[in-house]
């Protein structure tokens, strides 16, 4: 049986968590096992790098340290923003996701940090970015 190399495209079944044990994510809540091609920077480096190595059916726990997952948080990516920049209409709370559009047209995702009197303060980091990640990966099929 052969094993999992760079180049391949393989199936994972997987279980993401937090350190406190919250899933985040996984193969059973999207509703399929996830395809990627190894060593292509479609995942994050660390999940990418682990599947090197193992066998169909082989299952194994990994843990990421953010620099092998999303990162560190960059401050510089926590913006404070006039009200005004937001819709009146809508209750904005931290915490909450919000789609801001920017100047070109384009939406992106923005989780609200903090809501003052007059700012309102936007994260533009990754959910995950800071995070210690726990996966759970399953090989359920390779081609090459």
Do not use: H, W
């Amino acid at each position: 049986m052969s094993a999992v190399k760079k180049g391949d495209k393989i199936k994972v079944e997987y279980v993401g968590k937090l350190e406190d044990g919250t899933v985040f994510d996984s193969s059973e809540k999207v509703g399929s096992p996830i395809e990627f091609e190894v060593g292509a920077g479609q995942l994050i480096k660390g999940f990418d790098e682990a599947v090197v190595g193992m066998k169909i059916g082989e299952e194994k726990e990994i843990t990421l340290q953010p620099g092998d997952a999303y990162g560190k948080v960059n401050p510089e990516l926590i913006k404070e923003l006039p009200k005004n920049c937001f819709p009146e209409d809508q209750e904005i709370s931290a915490g909450m996701m919000f789609m801001m559009g920017l100047q070109d047209g384009r939406q992106i995702p923005v989780r609200i940090a903090e809501v003052k009197e007059e700012t309102i303060t936007v994260d533009l980091n990754p959910p995950l970015a800071g995070k210690t990640l726990i996966f759970t990966i399953k090989v359920v099929e390779i081609s090459e």
